[in-house]
């Protein structure tokens, strides 16, 4: 499976992204925002703040299984595809 995720890379066929400082700062923005209310976790916030940093018009959709956290990245205004259950945008 590794394999073929870096054969992928090197196709193009994902964007690796980099996590910075501006991206740290987003996480602790979405942790607060988030985290109480719709129970955000740590590496959820990091990841939600590099697809946010990401070129948006690019940004087909955000692939994600985990339920609550589809709920969010919707939230924050982008479409959500969810493998288990279809599409949820």
């Known amino acids: 499976m590794r394999k073929l ?3 992928d ?5 994902y964007e690796v ?3 910075t400082n501006a991206e740290k700062l987003e996480s602790t923005k979405l942790l607060l925002k ?3 209310k719709h129970s955000l976790k ?4 990091m990841q939600l ?11 087909k959709a955000v692939v994600c299984a985990d339920e609550k956290f589809c709920k969010i990245i919707a ?15």
């Open 75 to 89: 939230l924050e205004g982008f479409p959500v595809i969810n493998p288990i259950i279809g599409d949820n945008s």
């Open 34 to 36: 988030y985290a109480k």
């Open 42 to 45: 740590t590496l959820d916030a």
């Open 49 to 59: 703040s590099v697809v946010k940093s990401v070129n948006q018009p690019e940004l």
């Open 5 to 7: 995720f870096s054969q």
């Open 9 to 13: 890379i090197k196709k193009e066929i």
């Open 17 to 19: 992204a980099e996590f």
